[in-house]
């Protein structure tokens, strides 16, 4: 499965040892699914770890380069303004440019349409629940 994280995951995943994100996060380190990931998803990432968890340059940048490392980053073609919220607008165009299976999300307002452009937006339980690619 080609799966998009939305950056709230990809936080969780890297922050909290153990936890159902990074469970999420070891289904594609081990192959099992695919991450499509772009660098406004990465630079989204590493711009909250900054700001609201205080990490320093030197573990950002280790951050970066394994996002960019298990995903394959793709470059939006185009630019939408669905939601209301931006950020959750560069996680439909990633999505949409790299043919994703899913999107996967904690957040109500991206949940809430349950799919966009034909790609469902699963919550974190019903991925974890889906079947991987294998």
């Known amino acids: ?3 998009v994280f939305d950056t709230n ?10 936890g159902r994100a990074e469970e999420a996060l070891l289904r594609v380190i081990e ?13 989204e ?5 900054a700001r609201k968890f ?9 951050i970066a380069v394994l996002l960019a490392d298990i995903g394959e980053v793709v470059i939006p073609s185009s630019t939408l303004h669905v939601l209301a ?20 999300s904690g957040d109500r307002a991206m949940l809430r ?12 339980a019903a991925y974890l629940q889906s079947q991987p690619a294998d």
Do not use: Q, W
Not at 31 to 43: A, C, E, M, Y
Not at 54 to 62: D, G, I, V
């Open 31 to 43: 192959g099992k699914d695919r991450l499509v990931i772009s660098k406004p998803i990465i630079h």
């Open 1 to 3: 499965m080609r799966v």
């Open 113 to 124: 349409p349950g799919n966009y452009a034909g790609i469902p937006i699963l919550s974190l």
């Open 85 to 104: 919220d931006e950020p959750d607008n560069r996680i439909l165009e990633c999505a949409v440019e790299g043919s994703a299976d899913a999107i996967v």
């Open 45 to 49: 990432t590493l711009g909250v770890l």
């Open 9 to 18: 995951i990809l936080i969780s995943a890297l922050l909290f040892p153990g």
């Open 54 to 62: 205080s990490r320093n340059k030197e573990e950002l940048a280790r």
